[in-house]
């Protein structure tokens, strides 16, 4: 299978409509920007306060920057680049899943969540996903393309204006749609921002991204110097299994992604943890658990089960209760770091896997040609 990674339709993807989307510099890009408009440097930072921090939709809100500046801003750049389109909140839990619209008419979703004191905001990374995981609703949409740093940071932003008093218990899961290390610049530059903006500053405990298991993408990833963790969705115990439910990235074998996780964890000095979907009678065997046990065992691992969630399609079995207790049993006496994802949102399809814009009836449409 060929993966089309890390292009853009535009060569300077922060660049939108001939105006500057300021979210789509990084902060020091920010710097060069207000200097290049004549401004002090000292602009950055107070206009950087009110894109993360503040969170301003408009530049007439920037009450610290002079008139002729707001001005100048407004008729070269702009602060965000999409719309939201829809959101469904769930009656069991709250949980809100937001539909955006891009600049170019596709959608993404992205899912806010509490989970007692935290907020976690799963985030998309691409329109659709190249990748064919045989469970996952994302995959069975069509991929059409990356999304810029700046759609990433206007997607969290739109979000973090969601729960702007409770910004402090905010956590960052790139688990939506797509798969981050396949947009790998563009996620680098997006976790940078909310590393070191101001009003974010999120550490590697708030912020996790989650791969299907590229492993020179992740040792690349635990080189940049970033906080982040790291998330490796296994889901299967042996490479045959693993290629039957997963078969684009089975190209690698575990051998080969749970190295690449063990150098991150050495690198970047945080457990990596070992995602694992349970598929009943596909890898929920006493065996199973075992082998997996012993693979996060020999990395010191950590285990997040998580219970399958249908997709409209459906297509696989959910493990009930007893069966999650028996797999557990089995795997304790090999890995002592065991948790259980309990999905949320399951009414609205705003679980792990559900995520995927036509089942709103949304547009996915093709990239413009240049
Ligand atoms: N592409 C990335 C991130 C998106 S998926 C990755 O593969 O990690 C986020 C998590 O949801 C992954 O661990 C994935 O295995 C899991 N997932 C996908 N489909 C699921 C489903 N139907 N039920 C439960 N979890 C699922």
Redesign the pocket.
């Known amino acids: 299978m060929q993966v089309k990674t890390d292009t853009h339709d535009h060569e300077d993807p922060w660049i939108i409509g001939g105006k500057t989307h300021l979210r789509g510099l990084t902060l020091a890009g920010l710097g060069e920007y207000v200097t290049s408009l004549g401004e002090p440097p000292y602009r950055a930072r107070q206009i950087a306060s009110w894109l993360y921090d503040k969170i301003a939709d408009d530049f007439s809100q920037m009450t610290d920057l002079p008139l002729p500046t707001r001005q100048a801003l407004r008729e070269k750049a702009i602060i965000g680049s999409f719309r939201r389109a829809a959101v469904q909140v769930s009656k069991i839990d709250g949980t809100r899943k937001y539909l955006f619209e891009l600049h170019d008419g596709n959608t993404v979703e992205s899912v806010l969540m509490r989970h007692g004191k935290r907020i976690t905001f799963c985030v998309s990374s691409q329109v659709g ?1 190249p ?1 064919d ?1 045989r ?4 995959s069975k949409g069509q991929f059409r393309r990356n999304l810029t740093a700046g759609e990433i940071l206007d997607e969290i932003c739109y979000l973090k204006k969601e729960c702007l008093e409770e910004a402090d218990k905010v956590n960052i899961v ?7 290390l396949l947009n790998y610049r563009s996620l680098v530059q997006a976790v940078g921002v909310i590393n070191e903006a101001p009003g974010f500053e999120l550490g590697s405990k708030r912020v996790t991204v ?3 298991g590229l492993p020179r993408r992740m040792k690349n990833l635990a080189d940049e110097g970033l906080k982040c963790s790291l ?1 490796l ?1 296994l ?1 299967a115990p042996t490479d045959a299994k693993r290629r039957e439910l997963m078969p684009a990235v089975s190209k690698y074998s575990i051998g080969e992604i749970t190295e690449a996780a063990g150098y991150y964890a050495a690198k970047v000095g945080r457990k990596v943890t070992l ?1 694992y ?1 349970l598929l009943k009678g596909e890898n929920t065997s006493a065996d199973d658990a075992r082998r997996l046990g012993k693979i996060a065992r020999r990395g010191s691992f950590k285990i997040n089960l ?6 409209r399609d459906g297509g696989f079995e959910t493990l009930d209760e007893d069966g999650i207790q028996k797999f557990i049993r089995e795997l304790l006496p090999y890995s002592p770091t065991v948790t259980v994802r309990r ?1 949320k949102g399951p009414d609205i399809f705003a ?4 995520l995927w814009t036509e089942s709103l009836g949304a547009r996915a449409v093709p990239p413009a040609r240049s």
């Open positions: 996903c990748l995981c469970f996952c609703q994302t790139f688990m939506g749609m797509g798969e981050p989650s791969t299907s998330a969705s889901n995602e979907v998580i219970p399958y969630n249908p997709g999905s679980a792990c896997g559900q």
